[in-house]
């Protein structure tokens, strides 16, 4: 079992960063692999980046790619999703999520993930 919890949203101008955090609760942490998610209203729930285990491999959407850097600190139990760039069109609540095994060709499609957090609201003005 693991128990997320995302923080570190806010309000940011179109151009903006923000970092978000994803702490997890377990000390099996190190060996899931997690992934970010967004869900903007009105919208289905859309995957955006993922890392593996270890941090060795990631993965990111294309809408998002060279603007956002998702990155992990094993030793602390937390993930992070740098946002750079950030634009309107982010504007969403982003959810980590954490999936245990080994299946990355499901994790990196944004498909396989056990447990979720309970969102953190991203919201990107003009």
């Known amino acids: 079992q693991v128990q997320l919890v995302e923080s570190g949203g806010g309000l940011v101008q179109a151009g903006g960063s923000l970092r978000l955090s994803c702490a997890a609760s377990?000390?099996?942490?190190?060996?899931?692999?997690v992934g970010w998610f967004r869900q903007a209203p009105g919208n289905e729930r859309d995957f955006v980046a993922a890392i593996t285990w270890s941090g060795g491999s990631t993965y990111y959407v294309d809408s998002v790619k060279g603007r956002f850097t998702i990155s992990r600190d094993n030793a602390k139990n937390t993930v992070y999703l740098q946002m750079n760039s950030l634009k309107p069109e982010d504007t969403a609540v982003y959810y980590c999520?954490?999936?245990?095994?080994?299946?990355?060709?499901?994790?990196?499609?944004?498909?396989?993930?056990?447990?979720w957090g309970q969102g953190t609201q991203v919201t990107v003005s003009s």
């Open positions: 377990g000390r099996t942490f190190s060996s899931y692999a």
């Open positions: 999520a954490a999936a245990a095994g080994s299946a990355w060709y499901l994790y990196r499609a944004g498909q396989g993930y056990n447990y």
